[in-house]
Protein backbone atom coordinates (compact mmCIF):
# COMPACT_ATOMS: atom_id res chain seq x y z
CA UNK A 1 0.00 0.00 0.00
CA UNK A 2 1.33 3.35 -1.21
CA UNK A 3 1.54 5.62 1.50
CA UNK A 4 2.16 9.68 1.49
CA UNK A 5 3.59 11.86 4.10
CA UNK A 6 1.66 15.32 4.80
CA UNK A 7 2.24 18.22 7.18
CA UNK A 8 -0.27 19.75 9.32
CA UNK A 9 1.06 22.51 11.95
CA UNK A 10 4.75 21.51 11.43
CA UNK A 11 4.06 17.53 12.53
CA UNK A 12 4.35 15.15 10.23
CA UNK A 13 2.43 12.20 8.90
CA UNK A 14 2.06 8.96 6.72
CA UNK A 15 -0.65 8.30 5.19
CA UNK A 16 -2.21 5.77 2.85
CA UNK A 17 -2.78 6.85 -0.29
CA UNK A 18 -5.38 5.79 -2.63
CA UNK A 19 -6.68 6.86 -6.11
CA UNK A 20 -9.40 9.14 -5.39
CA UNK A 21 -8.83 13.09 -5.54
CA UNK A 22 -9.02 15.01 -1.65
CA UNK A 23 -10.14 17.81 -0.70
CA UNK A 24 -9.29 19.97 2.81
CA UNK A 25 -12.27 19.88 5.55
CA UNK A 26 -11.93 23.63 6.66
CA UNK A 27 -10.85 23.97 10.00
CA UNK A 28 -12.36 27.33 11.44
CA UNK A 29 -12.97 29.10 15.34
CA UNK A 30 -16.07 27.41 16.50
CA UNK A 31 -17.33 30.69 17.00
CA UNK A 32 -16.67 31.94 13.46
CA UNK A 33 -20.06 32.76 11.78
CA UNK A 34 -18.33 30.55 8.67
CA UNK A 35 -18.22 27.60 10.71
CA UNK A 36 -21.73 27.83 12.19
CA UNK A 37 -23.05 28.28 8.51
CA UNK A 38 -21.43 25.07 7.61
CA UNK A 39 -23.35 22.82 10.58
CA UNK A 40 -26.37 24.27 9.22
CA UNK A 41 -26.00 23.37 5.95
CA UNK A 42 -24.41 19.95 7.10
CA UNK A 43 -20.92 20.46 5.50
CA UNK A 44 -18.04 19.28 7.78
CA UNK A 45 -16.00 21.74 9.29
CA UNK A 46 -13.73 21.15 12.18
CA UNK A 47 -13.77 23.26 14.99
CA UNK A 48 -10.90 24.55 17.00
CA UNK A 49 -11.32 26.27 20.62
CA UNK A 50 -14.46 25.02 21.81
CA UNK A 51 -12.79 23.01 24.39
CA UNK A 52 -15.86 20.86 23.81
CA UNK A 53 -14.29 17.74 26.16
CA UNK A 54 -11.64 20.72 27.63
CA UNK A 55 -12.15 19.17 31.06
CA UNK A 56 -10.55 15.40 29.47
CA UNK A 57 -7.44 17.24 28.22
CA UNK A 58 -5.48 15.44 30.63
CA UNK A 59 -7.38 11.73 29.81
CA UNK A 60 -4.22 9.41 28.93
CA UNK A 61 -3.98 5.37 29.44
CA UNK A 62 -3.08 5.72 32.75
CA UNK A 63 -5.59 8.42 34.37
CA UNK A 64 -8.47 6.39 32.92
CA UNK A 65 -6.90 3.05 34.05
CA UNK A 66 -6.87 5.22 37.76
CA UNK A 67 -10.25 6.60 36.93
CA UNK A 68 -12.64 4.21 34.88
CA UNK A 69 -13.39 2.24 37.61
CA UNK A 70 -13.49 -1.73 37.46
CA UNK A 71 -16.42 -1.89 35.10
CA UNK A 72 -16.18 -4.30 31.68
CA UNK A 73 -15.82 -2.33 28.66
CA UNK A 74 -16.48 -3.38 25.29
CA UNK A 75 -13.03 -4.44 22.89
CA UNK A 76 -12.74 -5.05 19.27
CA UNK A 77 -10.25 -7.25 17.89
CA UNK A 78 -8.91 -7.37 14.80
CA UNK A 79 -6.10 -9.49 12.53
CA UNK A 80 -6.13 -6.93 10.01
CA UNK A 81 -6.61 -3.41 11.82
CA UNK A 82 -10.04 -2.79 10.11
CA UNK A 83 -12.99 -2.72 12.15
CA UNK A 84 -15.76 -2.97 9.84
CA UNK A 85 -18.96 -2.36 12.11
CA UNK A 86 -21.38 -5.62 11.84
CA UNK A 87 -25.02 -5.76 13.42
CA UNK A 88 -25.43 -8.31 15.56
CA UNK A 89 -28.95 -8.63 15.30
CA UNK A 90 -28.96 -9.36 11.60
CA UNK A 91 -26.78 -12.79 12.23
CA UNK A 92 -30.23 -14.76 12.34
CA UNK A 93 -30.94 -14.01 8.96
CA UNK A 94 -27.38 -14.37 7.95
CA UNK A 95 -26.09 -18.04 8.89
CA UNK A 96 -22.87 -17.94 6.42
CA UNK A 97 -21.67 -14.53 7.40
CA UNK A 98 -18.25 -14.35 9.25
CA UNK A 99 -17.42 -11.18 11.86
CA UNK A 100 -14.59 -10.03 10.31
CA UNK A 101 -13.47 -8.69 14.08
CA UNK A 102 -14.17 -10.65 17.45
CA UNK A 103 -14.89 -8.33 20.70
CA UNK A 104 -14.51 -9.12 24.24
CA UNK A 105 -15.55 -7.41 27.90
CA UNK A 106 -12.54 -6.85 29.61
CA UNK A 107 -11.73 -3.73 32.52
CA UNK A 108 -10.07 -0.84 31.05
CA UNK A 109 -6.80 -1.76 32.80
CA UNK A 110 -6.57 -5.30 31.13
CA UNK A 111 -7.37 -3.37 28.18
CA UNK A 112 -4.34 -1.52 28.85
CA UNK A 113 -1.69 -4.24 29.43
CA UNK A 114 -2.81 -5.75 26.21
CA UNK A 115 -1.95 -2.11 24.47
CA UNK A 116 1.63 -1.61 26.38
CA UNK A 117 2.12 -5.66 25.25
CA UNK A 118 1.52 -4.43 21.65
CA UNK A 119 1.19 -7.80 20.33
CA UNK A 120 1.25 -7.23 17.13
CA UNK A 121 -0.66 -10.60 16.07
CA UNK A 122 -4.07 -8.67 17.00
CA UNK A 123 -5.54 -4.72 16.77
CA UNK A 124 -7.44 -3.68 19.44
CA UNK A 125 -9.96 -1.22 19.47
CA UNK A 126 -11.98 -0.42 23.02
CA UNK A 127 -15.54 1.19 21.95
CA UNK A 128 -17.50 1.67 24.78
CA UNK A 129 -20.70 4.32 25.68
CA UNK A 130 -19.65 6.40 29.11
CA UNK A 131 -22.06 4.40 32.07
CA UNK A 132 -22.78 4.90 35.38
CA UNK A 133 -19.74 2.53 35.90
CA UNK A 134 -17.10 5.21 35.69
CA UNK A 135 -15.37 6.62 38.55
CA UNK A 136 -16.26 9.63 39.95
CA UNK A 137 -13.26 11.60 38.59
CA UNK A 138 -14.11 11.04 35.05
CA UNK A 139 -17.87 11.66 36.09
CA UNK A 140 -17.06 15.15 37.32
CA UNK A 141 -14.51 15.27 33.79
CA UNK A 142 -18.35 14.48 31.89
CA UNK A 143 -19.84 16.72 33.98
CA UNK A 144 -17.50 19.31 32.82
CA UNK A 145 -17.86 19.27 28.91
CA UNK A 146 -18.75 22.24 27.28
CA UNK A 147 -22.68 21.12 27.45
CA UNK A 148 -23.70 24.92 27.30
CA UNK A 149 -22.06 25.15 23.64
CA UNK A 150 -23.21 21.40 22.61
CA UNK A 151 -26.80 22.44 23.68
CA UNK A 152 -26.48 24.97 21.67
CA UNK A 153 -25.70 23.77 18.66
CA UNK A 154 -28.29 21.03 19.08
CA UNK A 155 -31.22 23.78 19.70
CA UNK A 156 -29.47 26.08 17.00
CA UNK A 157 -29.43 23.27 14.10
CA UNK A 158 -32.92 21.53 15.76
CA UNK A 159 -31.05 18.19 16.10
CA UNK A 160 -32.89 15.46 18.44
CA UNK A 161 -31.68 14.42 21.64
CA UNK A 162 -28.18 13.31 21.88
CA UNK A 163 -28.36 9.56 22.14
CA UNK A 164 -25.14 8.66 23.35
CA UNK A 165 -20.56 9.64 24.04
CA UNK A 166 -19.05 6.39 22.67
CA UNK A 167 -15.63 6.49 24.36
CA UNK A 168 -13.13 5.34 21.52
CA UNK A 169 -9.77 3.91 22.70
CA UNK A 170 -7.72 2.92 19.47
CA UNK A 171 -3.90 1.32 18.84
CA UNK A 172 -2.08 3.26 16.69
CA UNK A 173 -3.04 1.90 12.63
CA UNK A 174 -6.65 0.85 13.85
CA UNK A 175 -9.05 1.97 11.04
CA UNK A 176 -12.97 2.26 10.32
CA UNK A 177 -13.70 1.84 7.17
CA UNK A 178 -15.96 3.49 4.98
CA UNK A 179 -19.62 3.89 5.95
CA UNK A 180 -22.49 6.21 7.21
CA UNK A 181 -23.98 6.74 9.99
CA UNK A 182 -27.85 8.07 10.69
CA UNK A 183 -26.93 10.31 13.37
CA UNK A 184 -25.21 14.06 13.84
CA UNK A 185 -21.87 13.50 15.09
CA UNK A 186 -20.08 15.98 16.93
CA UNK A 187 -16.75 13.67 16.93
CA UNK A 188 -13.76 15.42 19.86
CA UNK A 189 -10.60 14.03 19.88
CA UNK A 190 -8.46 13.95 22.85
CA UNK A 191 -5.70 12.26 22.20
CA UNK A 192 -3.38 11.17 19.11
CA UNK A 193 -3.93 12.12 15.82
CA UNK A 194 -6.84 10.57 13.13
CA UNK A 195 -7.15 10.51 9.31
CA UNK A 196 -10.73 10.90 8.10
CA UNK A 197 -11.96 10.60 4.78
CA UNK A 198 -15.24 12.23 3.65
CA UNK A 199 -17.36 11.35 0.93
CA UNK A 200 -20.48 13.82 0.36
CA UNK A 201 -23.94 11.94 0.30
CA UNK A 202 -24.41 11.97 -3.06
CA UNK A 203 -21.16 9.82 -3.32
CA UNK A 204 -23.97 6.58 -2.45
CA UNK A 205 -23.47 5.38 -6.38
CA UNK A 206 -19.66 5.53 -5.90
CA UNK A 207 -19.65 3.41 -2.52
CA UNK A 208 -21.80 0.81 -2.63
CA UNK A 209 -23.16 -0.01 0.59
CA UNK A 210 -24.24 -3.78 1.63
CA UNK A 211 -28.14 -4.69 1.26
CA UNK A 212 -29.88 -3.17 4.15
CA UNK A 213 -30.79 -6.71 5.38
CA UNK A 214 -26.81 -7.48 5.51
CA UNK A 215 -25.33 -7.10 9.11
CA UNK A 216 -22.77 -4.39 7.07
CA UNK A 217 -26.05 -2.53 6.54
CA UNK A 218 -24.19 1.00 5.93
CA UNK A 219 -20.77 -0.16 5.28
CA UNK A 220 -19.10 -0.03 2.18
CA UNK A 221 -18.44 -3.02 0.11
CA UNK A 222 -15.54 -1.08 -1.58
CA UNK A 223 -12.16 -1.98 -0.23
CA UNK A 224 -10.65 0.86 -0.24
CA UNK A 225 -7.11 -1.13 -0.30
CA UNK A 226 -7.65 -3.09 -3.37
CA UNK A 227 -10.56 -1.72 -5.35
CA UNK A 228 -12.54 -4.44 -7.32
CA UNK A 229 -13.88 -2.04 -10.00
CA UNK A 230 -15.45 -4.94 -12.05
CA UNK A 231 -18.16 -5.31 -9.42
CA UNK A 232 -17.74 -1.12 -8.46
CA UNK A 233 -16.77 0.39 -11.12
CA UNK A 234 -17.95 4.17 -9.80
CA UNK A 235 -15.90 4.01 -6.81
CA UNK A 236 -13.22 5.47 -10.06
CA UNK A 237 -15.36 8.65 -9.83
CA UNK A 238 -15.42 9.01 -5.94
CA UNK A 239 -14.06 12.08 -4.40
CA UNK A 240 -12.92 12.70 -0.95
CA UNK A 241 -12.78 15.19 1.64
CA UNK A 242 -9.92 14.71 4.23
CA UNK A 243 -9.10 16.24 7.59
CA UNK A 244 -6.63 15.21 10.25
CA UNK A 245 -8.18 15.68 13.33
CA UNK A 246 -5.90 15.96 16.45
CA UNK A 247 -6.06 17.02 20.45
CA UNK A 248 -8.80 19.59 21.20
CA UNK A 249 -10.26 19.45 17.49
CA UNK A 250 -13.96 19.01 17.09
CA UNK A 251 -15.19 17.47 13.79
CA UNK A 252 -18.80 18.12 12.90
CA UNK A 253 -19.65 14.79 10.67
CA UNK A 254 -22.70 15.51 9.21
CA UNK A 255 -25.53 12.62 9.22
CA UNK A 256 -25.70 10.63 5.97
CA UNK A 257 -21.80 11.52 5.29
CA UNK A 258 -19.61 8.75 4.61
CA UNK A 259 -16.44 8.57 6.65
CA UNK A 260 -13.22 6.28 6.93
CA UNK A 261 -11.39 7.09 10.06
CA UNK A 262 -7.38 5.83 10.46
CA UNK A 263 -5.62 5.93 13.63
CA UNK A 264 -2.17 7.15 12.63
CA UNK A 265 0.78 5.93 13.25
CA UNK A 266 4.07 7.80 15.07
CA UNK A 267 1.78 9.83 17.56
CA UNK A 268 0.16 7.19 20.25
CA UNK A 269 -3.27 5.54 20.79
CA UNK A 270 -6.07 7.54 20.14
CA UNK A 271 -8.65 8.21 22.27
CA UNK A 272 -11.80 10.36 21.09
CA UNK A 273 -15.31 10.54 22.64
CA UNK A 274 -18.41 10.77 19.82
CA UNK A 275 -21.81 12.92 20.67
CA UNK A 276 -24.31 11.78 18.64
CA UNK A 277 -27.67 13.81 18.19
CA UNK A 278 -31.00 12.18 16.39
CA UNK A 279 -31.80 13.88 13.17
CA UNK A 280 -33.83 16.74 13.29
CA UNK A 281 -37.57 16.73 11.85
CA UNK A 282 -38.45 17.28 8.40
CA UNK A 283 -41.05 20.21 8.86
CA UNK A 284 -41.80 20.54 5.63
CA UNK A 285 -40.89 18.60 2.78
CA UNK A 286 -38.73 21.40 0.39
CA UNK A 287 -38.33 20.34 -3.55
CA UNK A 288 -35.36 19.48 -4.42
CA UNK A 289 -34.99 16.84 -2.17
CA UNK A 290 -31.43 17.19 -0.66
CA UNK A 291 -28.99 13.67 -0.77
CA UNK A 292 -29.96 12.66 2.55
CA UNK A 293 -33.60 12.73 2.23
CA UNK A 294 -32.99 10.25 -0.61
CA UNK A 295 -31.09 7.88 0.89
CA UNK A 296 -33.48 8.04 3.69
CA UNK A 297 -36.21 7.14 0.87
CA UNK A 298 -34.28 4.29 -0.58
CA UNK A 299 -33.47 2.77 2.89
CA UNK A 300 -37.21 2.67 3.65
CA UNK A 301 -38.34 1.12 0.54
CA UNK A 302 -35.23 -1.63 0.62
CA UNK A 303 -36.86 -2.11 3.78
CA UNK A 304 -40.80 -2.18 2.44
CA UNK A 305 -39.38 -4.63 -0.43
CA UNK A 306 -37.52 -6.97 1.89
CA UNK A 307 -40.43 -7.32 4.01
CA UNK A 308 -42.88 -7.81 1.43
CA UNK A 309 -40.80 -10.67 0.09
CA UNK A 310 -39.93 -12.08 3.20
CA UNK A 311 -37.26 -13.85 1.68
CA UNK A 312 -34.02 -12.02 1.16
CA UNK A 313 -32.38 -14.44 -1.29
CA UNK A 314 -35.44 -13.30 -3.62
CA UNK A 315 -34.36 -9.53 -2.97
CA UNK A 316 -31.46 -9.42 -5.86
CA UNK A 317 -33.44 -11.09 -8.91
CA UNK A 318 -36.44 -9.07 -7.92
CA UNK A 319 -34.65 -5.55 -8.00
CA UNK A 320 -32.99 -6.57 -10.83
CA UNK A 321 -35.74 -7.48 -12.48
CA UNK A 322 -37.42 -4.07 -11.20
CA UNK A 323 -34.72 -1.78 -12.54
CA UNK A 324 -32.76 -3.25 -15.52
CA UNK A 325 -33.38 -1.81 -18.87
CA UNK A 326 -36.04 0.29 -17.56
CA UNK A 327 -34.19 2.85 -15.17
CA UNK A 328 -30.63 1.76 -16.73
C1 LIG B 1 -17.58 3.26 16.51
C2 LIG B 1 -17.38 4.65 15.96
C3 LIG B 1 -16.07 4.78 15.21
C4 LIG B 1 -15.89 6.18 14.61
C5 LIG B 1 -14.67 6.21 13.69
C6 LIG B 1 -13.37 6.08 14.49
O1 LIG B 1 -13.11 6.99 15.30
O2 LIG B 1 -12.70 5.03 14.34
C7 LIG B 1 -17.11 6.52 13.74
O3 LIG B 1 -17.36 5.90 12.73
C8 LIG B 1 -18.00 7.62 14.16
O4 LIG B 1 -17.67 8.34 15.13
O5 LIG B 1 -19.09 7.78 13.51
ZN1 LIG C 1 -19.30 6.41 11.96
Same mark, same amino acid.
Given at each position: ?7 V ?10 D ?6 P ?6 P?A??LI ?9 G ?26 YS??D?K ?21 S???FQ ?5 L ?10 L?Q?L ?7 ? #? ?13 T??R ?14 M ?6 A ?10 Q ?18 Y ?6 PH =???S?? =? ?9 P ?13 P??V ?8 H ?6 G ?6 I ?8 ? #?? #? ?16 E ?11 S ?14
Amino acid at each position: MATQSIKVDSKEFEVKQYDFPTQQIPRLNYQDPKAEKLIENGQPVILTGSDLVGSAYHWDLGYLCSNLGSGKYTVYSSPDGKFKYYDEKKLPQNKSFKPPTSNSEMSFQDFASKLRKRDSKEFIYLQQSLNDTVGKRI #VMDFTNFNWGWANETQKRNRWGPLTSNLLLVGMEGVITPAHYDEQENLFAQIQGYKRFLLFDPNQFDCLYPYPIYHPH =DRQSQV =DFDAPDLKRFPNFANAKAHEAIVGPKDVLYLPMYWWHQVESLHGHGETISITFWYKAAPT #VK #VVYPLNDGQKIAIMRNIEKMIAEALNDNDSMPQFMKTMVLGRYT
